[in-house]
Each structure stands twice: as structure tokens, then as C-alpha cells.
């Protein structure tokens, strides 16, 4: 069973594919660790500003069946199939890590370098995940956090829900 993290983004009616997206990956993986939902600038293309927030789940998946899995659902959910890297999206599931794996596995690289370049992937990761170790930059989330460029990239913790109970306050 492997500890996988993965990052949740929308920019097309944004709460509601959140809420299907979270939907998804609980009838797929059963219970999901959170982190809060963050507003943040769209990145590598002029759009509607994203709600983005990493998720935590357990599977004997390999990453490259867990990627065509996650590619179904973006898709069910109003994806193009051959929607561009930088484009809106209904729902965007992006691995950013799978257990310890590093490199090209299974046709999905690891970890996901927008890591460590992203402020809306790296806050929401190293808020849920604060100890965990990066598998390459060697350092912790958090200290990856403390050190990352916070003038680079708005971003902005909002409020949400999800099955009725609070996941994310402003």
C-alpha cells in the first residue's frame, strides 16, 4: 500500500467539480486526508483563477494504472480527452507523489516538479503533509514551504465545504 498525495484544481464552476472530484476519489480510495482549499492565479496561461488543494490517499495502485484511473475521472467530469496542459479544466488530478518513487514510473514522473514550483501545490501539501520528506530536494514540506517565494504566486486559503462539515476557512 502506497501513501500518494494528489493535487486537485479547478477553474470551470469551481466548487462544484471540487466537490465531485472529492466525491470520485472517495468512491474510488475510501477515506481522504485534506488539505484546505486555496485560491490561486491561473499559471502558464491567461484564465479564471483556480480553487486548488492536495489530497492524501492509501493504494496498492501502481502509478500508472492510478493515472488512467484519475485521467477517467477528470474526463467523466467534463475534461476534454485532449484538453491542453495549460488550459481551464472542469477538474484537473494530478499525482505529485507516490509513496518514495522518483523518476519516470510507469509513465508518470516523480515527484511532480511543480512541487517546488508552485505555491498552490507546495502550501496545501506541506500544510497536510508538514514532515514528509521530499524524495529528491531531501527536505521537509514545510521547511520547502518556509523557503519558497511567497511574492511569486498569489494565494489565498478560502472557505469550503464538503459533505457538510468545513474542510477549508479563510
Not at 467530469?77 to 519516470?104: E, F, K, M
Not at 498552490?120 to 508538514?130: H, I, M
Request: proline share 5%.
Amino acid at each position: 500500500m502506497a501513501a500518494v498525495f494528489l493535487g486537485v484544481g479547478s477553474n470551470i464552476e469551481r466548487e462544484r467539480y471540487i466537490v465531485a472530484g472529492l466525491d470520485a476519489l472517495q468512491g474510488l480510495f475510501g477515506e481522504l486526508a485534506l488539505s484546505s482549499v486555496y485560491d490561486s492565479e491561473a499559471i502558464g496561461f491567461s484564465g479564471q483563477p483556480f480553487l486548488n488543494l492536495v489530497v492524501a490517499i492509501d493504494t496498492d495502485l501502481g502509478p500508472g494504472e492510478l493515472a488512467r484511473r484519475l485521467r477517467h475521472v477528470e474526463i467523466e467530469h467534463g475534461r476534454p480527452a485532449n484538453a491542453s496542459r495549460n488550459s481551464p479544466r472542469q477538474l484537473d488530478i494530478d499525482i505529485l507523489t507516490h509513496g518514495t518513487a522518483t523518476g519516470i514510473v510507469e509513465g508518470v514522473e516523480l515527484p511532480r516538479p511543480e512541487i517546488l514550483e508552485n505555491a498552490f501545490v507546495l502550501c496545501p501539501l506541506a500544510e497536510l503533509a508538514p514532515r514528509q520528506i521530499h524524495p529528491l530536494a531531501g527536505r521537509s514540506y514545510r521547511q520547502l514551504w518556509q523557503e519558497y517565494d511567497k511574492s511569486a504566486q498569489s494565494l489565498r486559503r478560502v472557505d469550503f465545504q464538503w459533505r457538510g462539515r468545513s474542510i477549508s476557512r479563510a
